[in-house]
């Protein structure tokens, strides 16, 4: 039952206006402003020059490269727009970063119009590609043989 105070009149915004979750929206706002800090912090901050960013755990432990490895100093590459030197640090850069900017994008457009966009056709697929490319990726850069070396973090 709709309160009587309302009379019959039409909210005073349309609904496309108000969205029914605006916590969510908020969050995904957050979660703009928190990629888009990250990306400065990435443009100003060298990783390759500091260990303000911390180390890979598993690198640290085991000596192994994971698929992440190197993929922050890729970040500062192609942030300064030098993708050779992103694929010599993170091949897989050039995979996963156009995803995130899809990602941030989808959120964005939940943040400033309420509309939630669906996952494209086709993404659980490219989910399952895209993590077994990581793993033998993963696998890949870890073989000791010379030809393998390119898959492993290096300056150029
Ligand atoms: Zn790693």
Not at 110 to 137: E, M, N, S
Request: charged share 15%.
């Amino acid at each position: 039952m709709r309160p009587s105070n309302t009379r019959g009149r039409p909210p005073s915004r349309s609904s496309a206006d108000l969205s029914p979750r605006p916590l969510a929206r908020q969050l995904s706002g957050a979660r703009c402003l928190a990629v888009a800090g990250g990306a400065v912090l990435l443009a100003l901050v060298d990783p390759a020059k500091t260990r303000v960013f911390g180390v890979c755990p598993l690198h640290w432990i085991t000596g192994f490269h994971c698929a992440g490895c190197g993929a922050l100093r890729a970040a500062h590459a192609i942030l300064h727009a030098n993708l050779v030197q992103a694929v010599a640090y993170n091949g897989m850069a050039l995979v996963t970063v156009p995803v995130i900017l899809a990602w941030v994008a989808a959120e964005a457009i939940h943040a400033f119009t309420g509309r939630r966009l669906g996952p494209p056709r086709g993404t659980a697929q490219f989910g399952k590609i895209l993590l077994a490319l990581l793993v033998l990726y993963t696998v890949a850069r870890n073989i000791p043989l010379a030809s393998f070396d390119g898959l492993r973090p290096h300056v150029l």
